[in-house]
Nanobody, 124 residues
């Protein structure tokens, strides 16, 4: 069974930094694209960054130049470095990963997995 666990959230003042981690565990064969999403109270979940299996990343305009996604394939972990945080970055942050896993009864399969989310609060 595959699990995604996010960590690294917290409370910071405007201008501060945080690094989020998204760690996958289980019978993982490979991790393809991984997206970082956020959802602020009363708003829809939005994609803020997407990193491919090769490490190429794209960003929402609102975070471009401030956020950097990276990954350590050996650790099955993806990171989101967030700098120059602003109050409007306050949200629950989630990772979503497309993972190929192996199960002895069903063989290999690919599906998307969500983490449980981690709260980021930025005060002015």
């Amino acid at each position: 069974q595959v699990q995604l666990v996010e960590s690294g959230g917290g409370s910071v003042q405007a201008g501060g930094s945080l690094r989020l981690s998204c760690a996958a565990s289980g019978s993982i064969v490979s991790i393809n694209n991984v997206g970082w999403y956020r959802q602020a109270p009363g708003k829809q979940r939005e994609l803020v960054a997407m990193i491919t299996s090769a490490g190429s990343a794209n960003y929402a305009d609102s975070v471009k130049g401030r956020f950097t996604a990276s990954r350590d394939n050996a650790k099955n972990t993806v990171y989101l470095q967030m700098n120059s945080l602003q109050p409007e970055d306050t949200a629950v942050y989630y990772c979503n990963a497309e993972i190929r896993s192996y199960d002895s009864s069903r063989g290999s399969s690919v599906r998307g997995y969500w983490g449980q989310g981690t709260q980021v609060t930025v005060s002015s």
